[in-house]
């Protein structure tokens, strides 16, 4: 079996899937590929090109956190936590190859474990496919990560971004306009703080969504009324991007590309000052960026605390092998596929 998954990138809507809101991510033309090839054995071994390995698990390994979380080499962990909840019947030899590169906020992870889960034998609706992988992304790391990134890139369309309503669990294609151009921009920076920052903001929306509901069905008046300022910030961050990926939407709808990117901007301001996870370097390459000619806005995109920013752009603003940090100018490219060979 030959499986494909695409990476993502998320255009606006950043810690809005674990609060019942709105994203409108992209998959993109970087992804990850698994062959698989099965054999009678009761072990599944897998190779990734470039990486120690091979990663050896057990077919009856279970969904223990506290064990998946001590194998090594640690990518092993989401190969593990994929044969756990796939529960393939056969053991065999897979190979990973991919053109993403990892912990930059482009999906590595989910797409490695959609690619190897349908690999592995995984069918079905690509809502049911991206809940499985988010169960063996949070066995494998222990971060309670929301289901943008499995979905996105189990769900997309070419030439489409997906706005994904979190609440429904439904999603809608979004054409990308044809003279919009997508360039993401590595910072240099490493997402460190990422894991123990992630679940204390999805504490802090936990804590506010008890006086109000869920934040993402919150509008920003309301959100602006709560009385502890700390939470008054991250609801209001969850509420206003909410409105900004509705607003994005309709821009691509309209073609007016000046008011998609203008919102970007705005939400990298929201998530710098409201819901703090923002560093220096990236606030510093979005103002860079912003004054560049052509470029109609940009923000971080991912979680935060390092990684990626992505620019909305006019085409050619920005030569990728002209800035000074990796980049790519990415396309919106179609959900994972799988197919037998040979
Ligand atoms: P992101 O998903 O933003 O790239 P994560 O920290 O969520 O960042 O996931 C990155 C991790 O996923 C890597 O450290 C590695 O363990 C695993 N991973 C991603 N791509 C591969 C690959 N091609 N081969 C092996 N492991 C991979
Ligand atoms: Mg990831």
Redesign the pocket.
Known sequence: MLARSPGRVNLIGDHTDYNDGLALPMAIDLG?SVTFVPDGGDRVVVH??G?AGPAEVDLEVGLDPHRLRTLEP??A??VAAVVATVRPDHGGRGW???T?????????????EVALALALGLRGEPLSVARTCQRAEHAA?GVPTGLM?QLTVTASRPGHALLVDFARLTTADVALPEHAEVVVVHSGEA?TLEASAYAARRAECEAAARGLGPLGAVDATTAGAVTDPVLRRRARHVASECERVRAVAAAFGAGDLAAAGACMTESHRSLAEDFEVSTPTLDALVGWLVRRPGVLGARLT?AGFG?CVVALTEPGALDPAALPTPAWRVRAAGGARVAAVG
């Open positions: 990850t990734s090109q990486r640690a990518w962990r989401y990973v190859r991919s993403l590169p990892a912990g930059a906020g482009l999906s590595s992870s989910a797409a490695l790391t990134d997402r991912g990684g």
